[in-house]
């Protein structure tokens, strides 16, 4: 088994500043966190924006300008969500690739979001898959249930594989109205996953109470790990996460139990497939 790909997710759409003060919503606050997270061992950063009320934004300068301050002051890999919030327009989040990440999120499939609907409807995927591949930006597929593994291997059979040939996905679980967060949702998945292309790698994260036993689950099964405030504002049971870097560092340490250590950027990008 390979060393084990970090990502952190710091901010998510989810959240508010107000709920949650840790949170990193401005570009230095993001930036700050970047470069911590980076330096206790992640590899990517999976960025959402907000705009100056702290709210979740697309907006095409504030990406841009973000993109660009994080690879001033870091080499994590700057993956871009093209997911955004439940509210947003398909044209806005089909623009996020404009901003020119080395990765951005692909979700496959349509699911109950909570109270919301996160709408990703089949001609959406295949339109971001495909701009994607024209601009060699690599994608992250983003996996809320089962059935999506089977639209990806469907994506992947009429339209080819993504830039640079690696297939990645990550499995996001726990959401209300997704796969349960379970070791057994996890290895069910797993098994999917064999269906993909050879090679194909996957991470994991567990929304709220699930991130433990998602993490040990995707360590055991020769996954990768995502974690950060996007997915976990609770740290243990009454306990408020204090800062992604709380999260970063349980990761770290988990992976190295599982003597499988964090990958460096430069790894995770041979991995990927995404260019130096
Ligand atoms: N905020 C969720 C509605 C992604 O980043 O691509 C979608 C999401 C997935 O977080
Ligand atoms: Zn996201």
């Not at 710091?10 to 107000?18: D, N, Q, R």
């Not at 061992?41 to 702290?54: C, M």
């Not at 499995?171 to 997704?178: A, D, E, N």
């Not at 689950?217 to 504002?233: K, Q």
Request: hydrophobic share 45%; charged share 15%.
């Amino acid at each position: 088994m390979t060393g084990t790909l970090i990502t952190v997710a710091p901010t998510g759409a989810e959240s508010s500043k107000a709920a949650v003060p840790a949170l990193p919503v401005t570009i230095d606050e993001l930036v700050a966190t970047a470069k911590e997270c980076e330096a206790l061992g992640a590899s990517i950063v999976h960025v959402h924006i907000r705009d100056d009320a702290g709210e979740p934004s697309l907006d095409q300068g504030r990406l841009r300008a973000t993109v660009s301050a994080l690879r001033q002051a870091t080499d994590l890999i700057i993956q871009l969500s093209s997911g955004g919030a439940v509210t947003d327009p398909e044209a806005a989040r089909l623009a996020v690739l404009d901003a020119g990440p080395e990765m951005a999120s692909c979700t496959m499939g349509t699911v109950n979001f909570g109270d919301g609907v996160f709408m990703n409807r089949w001609d959406f995927i295949v339109d971001l898959h495909t701009r994607m591949q024209e601009r060699g930006i690599v994608p992250e597929y983003e996996i809320f249930d089962l059935g999506q593994l089977t639209t990806l291997q469907r994506l992947l059979g009429k339209h080819g594989l993504p830039f640079g040939g690696h297939v990645h996905v990550d499995l996001v679980m726990g959401v209300p109205g997704g796969m349960p967060g379970t070791a057994a949702a996890l290895v069910a998945c797993e098994q999917a996953i064999r269906d993909l292309p050879a090679g194909t790698t996957f991470s994991a994260t567990g929304i709220g109470r699930s991130t433990i036993p998602v993490m040990l689950a995707s360590l055991s099964a020769g996954g990768h790990l995502r974690v950060g405030m996007e997915d976990t504002i609770t740290y243990g049971k009454g306990q408020p996460v204090e800062s992604n870097m709380q999260l970063v560092a349980r990761a770290f340490g988990f992976a190295q139990l599982a003597q499988r250590p964090p990958l460096t950027t430069t790894e995770a990008r041979e991995l990927l497939g995404v260019p130096a």
